[in-house]
């Protein structure tokens, strides 16, 4: 039996299924950051830092408590490692041994990596950690002679090909970079290091994008997990006919879910509540995914040359009543405290301007405090008459 969903019933498990926007939550702060990284499964780290980088923002809109420190103090207790999902990312420590899936592929050479191997300068920056403790690249940058001919691109070449085959691990980083220690010196004592078989491995990674996205099909479930389509696939009809699965039927296109996850659209989905999204969050990622349920054309500008860009160098999704409804490119002056709203634009369906400007000028104070700002600077929108009810509305907010 498949059930089906309309286009809205599907966005709303989507949303409620990422925990956009934010949902009650229970215990400190610090617990509510790990239940939401437990719960999506990862958290992508990014190195832009035209706002707070991606890896606070996300989390931030799922949990208006959370602290820059929580990543670090999460790390320092162990209860989640730096490590590859579909990018650099954090990851659950109780999530660990899935991991030991790719680093096993790496070590035996059968997943290649972008750096070339080079066993003996491998060795020699093993020692050199086992001796002299957690090192970051920096560190190798002096050239000497130490069983050949140090520099620094070699050295954290090798540094990146032990990290991903699992002899070294990330504890911390220091001004963004990397520190690197023996994997024996940061796991916790009671972790599970045993690796999953392939059928488990199957049914971890449909599980835990099921959980976190509400419904996906197989391309979407491998999403950039090397190797794994045809696992994925298989596994997926196994599952399905253990009655572990059901199938749902959007727009004719049918998808996979777990069979609880439809007594989640009981729940009510938040519609007042402006979220200003991260390029990199969970929900974003697969843009062609979000293109399908939201019908929002998405792509990240950055690395598309100034004179070509059509949103801005930055420009951010905006998520209200159920739907993306904009993109706003922004930009974080921390020494002087002003966030600049480069381009504002709107999507053609967006009719309710004036709600709108009032939950986003709500919004953007929330915003401006998470990037340390205090004043704001509107540059421009489109259309450009909503420059005018957009500074009304904020400045109304300021009364």
Known sequence: MTDSLSIHQARKLILLSQHLPTTRQEG??????????????????????????????????????????????????????????????????????????????????DQDHWYERDPGLMRSVMKRIADEGPLMSKDFEEKKKFRGEWSYKPAKRALEYLFMQGELMIPRRENFQKVYDLTERVLPENIDTSTPDTKEYGRFLITRFLKANGLGKTSEISYLQRNTKTLVENTLFEMLSAN???????????????PDSLEVLNMPLVRNKVKILSPF??????????????????????????????????????????????????????????????????EPGLKKTEAFASALSKEIENFMRFNNCIDLKLHKTTPAAFKEVLENSYMSTKK
């Not at 499964?41 to 989390?59: F, K, M, N, P, V």
Request: with cysteine; proline share 2%.
């Open 28 to 109: 400190s702060a610090v617990s509510a950051t790990l239940s939401t990284i437990e719960h999506l499964g990862y958290i992508q780290i990014d190195t832009i830092s035209a706002i707070q980088r991606a890896h606070h923002h996300t989390l931030w809109n799922r949990n208006p408590r959370y602290k820059i420190s929580h990543l670090e103090n999460l790390l320092e207790d162990k209860r989640i490692f730096e490590y590859w999902s579909h990018a650099a990312a954090y990851l659950p420590m109780r999530d660990y041994r899935y991991s030991l899936i790719r680093k096993k592929a790496f070590a035996q050479g």
């Open 244 to 258: 572990e699965l059901i199938r749902v039927d959007i727009k004719g296109d049918s998808y996979f879910a777990l």
């Open 281 to 346: 969050d969970n929900l974003l990622i697969q843009r062609k995914r979000i293109q399908n349920f939201f019908d929002f054309d998405y792509m990240l500008e950055c690395y598309t040359p100034a004179e070509k860009r059509q949103y801005g160098y930055f420009s951010l999704p905006v998520l209200w009543d159920g739907k993306l409804v904009a993109r706003v490119d922004c930009k974080a002056e921390r020494k002087s405290g002003m966030l600049n709203i480069q381009h504002l634009v709107l």
